[in-house]
Each structure stands twice: as C-alpha cells, then as structure tokens.
C-alpha cells in the first residue's frame, strides 16, 4: 500500500482493471519524461452479464474472470505488490458475494485487488484522461461508459471539479432495453429517456460549469467514433448528427447479432445499442457539439496515481489533510497518539507478523482521524468516527481502505467485539484487529492530552498476548491510568487476548 521510495527509472508499473463488460491490464516504464507503456493485455469476460436476479456473480462468470486474471498474473507475478495497483468497478460494487470472489481473484492474479467507488474511478478517468490529450487551459468534459456504470466529469488541467458516476452502463442498459439482442424503436426510445432520466439532477451543473474541451474514454465512446468515422458519418470525433445516422443504422439491422458496421467487433456489437442510447442521452442533456475520445482513462489514472504514490505525492494524504481542516483536529493530540502507536506497532509487528509497507500509513491516517466524530457528539463519537470515515467520498481510498480505517477508528475506545470485522476479507481481520488493539493503547495512555512525554516503556507481544512494563513507581504515580489499564484487560479478553502490565 506505501512504498519506501520513489520508483528508479526504468522500473515497471502495473494498472489492472477489473470492468463490468472486460478486464484490461497496461504495464509502463517509468522513465525520466514521465511513464512509458510497454505492454497491454484485454480479456472480453462480461461480468456483469454474469450478475443474476440476486445480484450475484455467476459461478461460470466468475470462471471466466479468474481464467483472465491468472493470465495477467502470470505477466505480473514477480512486480512487487507497491509496483501493482488492481481495480473492482460497479459490478464488484453491486455483486453481493463480491468478497469471495475477490479472494478467488487476488488468489489468481498474485495481488491484491481494491473495490473503489464511483466518485474515486471518476477521478482516476479524469487523471488517465488529463495526462493523454493536449494540454488546456480551459475546463474539460470527460465522459467514460462502462459496462455497469458511467462517469461525467468536468476538470481543469489535473483537478477535478465536477464528477457524478451513474448507475447505466453499455452491459446493463443492452440487457435491459433490448433483451435477446432485439434493437427495436420502442427499446431505444426508451433507453434514451432512462439516460436522460439518469442525467438530468447534475446536469444543470454541468451546464453551469462550462467546458471548452469535450472528451469520451474507454470502449464504447472508441467504437463509436470509429464506426462514424468508418461511415462517413463523421470527418473526426463524435457529433450529435453522427449518432442519429448510427441510430439509424441499428434499428435498420433490428438484431445486435446481424449488426454488420464499418469497424464494429462482434463483441462490442452485443453492448453497442445500450452504449449509443446511453451516450445520445448525455449529449442531448448536456448539449454537447461534439465530442473527441481520449486514448487514456481509467487503467492509466491507476498508473498516474500509483507512480504519485511512489514518489510521496499521494492523494490520500492531501484527502486526509482536508478532514484535519474540516473536523478541526487536535493536531498536537493526533500526533502523541501517532507517537505511541508507531512505537508500539515497531515493537509488536515482528511477533504479530505485521507488515509496515503495508500499515504505516494507516497508522499515521488513523492517528489523525480518530476524534473526528466528536464534531457530531461527543458521546460515542468513535462510532460517529468510523461511519463518518465508511461513508464519505474520499479521494485517493478505495472502499477496502475506508473500511480498514473505520474499523480502526471504531474499536479505539470502549467495548470491541470480533463482529466489527466481519466486513472485511478473512486474511485480514486477525492483522486488523491486532492493529487496533495497538492503536487501542496509544490513545489510553495519552488519554491526559499533556505535552508532557510519556516514560520509556517496553511491550512485548506473543500470539494472544500484550505486556506493557512502565519505570518502577509511574502506575502508582498515575493511578486514572492503571485503572484504564485494569478495564482494558477485560475489553481484550473478549476478543480472545490478554493484556498484563506492570
């Protein structure tokens, strides 16, 4: 998750998409002008076709997912897991046994993978999108259509400024407007009308906001253009007119399997109507001239993120920043909390096999975030906390990492039960919880806010068990704190550990 230190020129970089309609996977050089790809690899394995009525994930679908990632992992087994950045979108987001199937998945690609939101893949579209066209000075439109959801964005040079992600894609809307591969008038038309229908709360925004360049990304807008341009319906780019000529052609070949265009893969033959409807709607609402696709999105958002990580600009840590401002952090609290709390961690992680590229920032971000809920109230404000910190858009985190810090900012104080880790994956939980039972100490022990240091004391861990030892005589001299000692030892027995101190 952190890296010790910038990337060395020459190293590779592996962004691995996990969409709704494919998975794709591009690999870069860094290089002193900035990142190089070398390689790209596809895999067509429409996922959320494989979503049935109960929104879960087919077991052939999921076959078909797994057989992709383990050819990707065979290219990228031996990058080091800070060189590897893998993404679920909204099919992993909707699928109700999604967990399962990303251990499967990690399994077979050799990496972790990350659920993000909607609001954090629009902002990596935009990232992808903003470093693969020229250079504006102007505000951009960015739309992306993926196979379960789409993104629009409005931005300027590399901050974004705008961004809805909505919940239609080229998959989803094919499936629902025109079931058997039926193009007809009536499936379109209403397809149109459930797109603008699905625009139009954000796009007196968007209005309002103003663009001077218009971009597509990804598949869909790509096969668009090409089979306007192929045509002749269009000299370059996508306009308004071009669609209406493609609309035409469509209901003229009735069956997504007869589509026959300039251009056109059978693949994307099958989504193609869904993906037009989808695309006409946002131009009519937003009332786009034209529109230009942009090579980039979200794969090489990933990279431009990820190689921001490597070289200490992360995201994360401007988002963290922000929520300090905003809920009006003690600072100066957060960080003799931080204090303890890696001094802790550095003599438990051996023992505890915990690793620090993989927690020390969540050691850092936790520190800062833990009494934001106090703005709430300040009885129970860890839960205030933690749902504050499960529930915000925040810019950088996938959704894996806004539930690592909740969980940690909720079990900080009072009662911990096993059942607050229930929602995330299994390998993790004993790490998180152990974590917490550190993050747990530091926050008692400077549970008196004073600028004054703490002792020397040593902590020494085995499989179930914490010893904290303080100089002869401190705990006498420190009564309040050897009572919060005694009431801690009974919240950890009833998480199966024991804390003696002395």
Not at 303 to 317: E, I, M, N, S
Request: proline share 4%.
């Amino acid at each position: 998750m952190e890296a010790v230190e910038s990337p060395p020129e020459g190293s590779h970089l592996a962004a691995v998409d996990l969409g709704s309609n494919s998975f794709r996977m591009v690999i870069a050089r860094s290089t002193a002008a900035g990142l190089e790809p070398i390689d790209q690899l596809w895999e067509g394995v429409r996922l959320a076709a494989s979503l049935n009525s109960a929104r879960e994930l087919s077991e052939e679908g999921q076959e078909r997912a797994l057989a992709a990632l383990s050819r990707f992992g065979q290219r990228i087994r031996d990058f080091s897991a800070s060189n590897v950045r893998a993404v679920g979108t909204n099919t992993l987001r909707k699928a109700k046994n999604a967990a399962a199937f990303l251990e499967r998945a990690e399994a077979a690609l050799g990496h972790p993978i990350e659920v993000v939101s909607g609001q954090e893949e629009a902002r990596l579209i935009y990232l992808g999108v903003g470093h693969s066209v020229p250079p504006a000075s102007g505000r951009r439109l960015v739309v992306d259509i993926g196979g379960g959801s789409t993104e629009i964005v409005i931005g300027k040079k590399h901050r974004l400024l705008l961004a809805e992600s909505l919940f239609m894609g080229c998959v989803s809307w094919s499936q629902k407007y025109f079931p058997k591969g039926k193009i007809t008038k009536a499936g379109m038309k209403r397809a149109d009308l459930a797109a603008r229908l699905e625009v139009q709360p954000g796009a007196k925004a968007f209005r309002r906001s103003g663009w001077t360049h218009c971009y597509g990304s990804s598949g869909t807008v790509k096969a668009i253009e090409t089979v306007l341009v192929d045509s002749g319906w269009s000299q370059g780019g996508i306009t308004l007119a071009g669609l209406k000529e493609l609309r035409k052609a469509l209901l003229a070949g009735k069956n997504m399997d007869d589509l026959s265009l300039p251009g056109l893969s059978s693949d994307r033959s099958r989504v193609l109507p869904g993906g037009l409807a989808i695309l006409m709607g946002i131009f009519r609402s937003l009332g786009i001239e034209q529109m230009a696709w942009s090579p980039g999105a979200l794969r090489e958002g990933l990279l431009y993120d990820l190689q921001g990580r490597l070289q200490k600009l992360d995201v994360r840590d401007e988002t963290i920043s922000r929520f300090v401002e905003r809920y009006l952090v003690d600072l100066d609290q957060a960080d003799r909390v931080e204090d303890t709390f890696r001094y802790a961690f550095g003599r438990a992680a051996s023992s505890w096999g915990l690793s620090e590229e993989q927690w020390s920032k969540f050691i850092g971000w936790a520190a800062r975030l833990h009494e934001i809920g106090i703005v709430v109230g300040h009885s129970g404000y860890h839960r205030h906390g933690a749902y504050l910190v499960e529930n915000s858009d925040l810019p950088g985190f996938s959704r894996q990492n806004q539930s690592f810090l909740s969980v940690l900012i909720r079990g900080h104080r009072r009662k911990i039960r096993r059942d607050q880790l229930t929602g995330l994956p299994e390998a993790i939980r004993e790490p998180v919880l152990r974590l917490c039972l550190l993050f747990r100490l530091a926050v008692l022990l400077n549970r008196s806010r004073s600028s004054r240091p703490l002792p020397e004391f040593s902590l020494a861990t085995s499989d179930r068990e914490l010893e904290v030892t303080f100089p002869k005589g401190w705990l006498a001299r420190h009564p309040l704190t050897r009572e919060d000692l005694g009431q801690e030892a009974k919240y950890l027995k009833s998480v199966g550990y024991k804390l003696r101190f002395s």
